[in-house]
């Protein structure tokens, strides 16, 4: 039998907790890592803050302008 469990929002100090009862379980895991849409969406401000910080921006006069340069990405 298998059974897919999925937990978000913990902290990394239950991991041993999750792999001891598996063990004394006698089952077998797989520990997948992956970041959830609100960690994506906290990694994505950080970074956008960073650059902004940091100088790495585009400015344009006008939306025209704006277009022009995203058709040339």
Same mark, same amino acid.
């Given at each position: 039998m298998a059974l897919k469990i999925? &937990?978000?929002g913990f902290d990394k100090e239950f991991l041993p907790v999750f792999e001891s009862l598996a063990k004394s379980l006698k089952a077998s895991y797989k520990? &997948? $890592?992956f970041e959830t849409q609100q960690e994506?969406?906290? $990694?994505?401000?950080q970074k956008a803050i960073k650059e902004l910080k940091n100088g790495e921006y585009e400015t344009f006069k006008g939306f025209d302008?704006?277009?022009k340069a995203m058709?040339? &990405?």
């Open positions: 999925e &937990i978000s520990l &997948i $890592n994506q969406k906290e $990694n994505s401000m302008e704006y277009k058709r040339g &990405i």
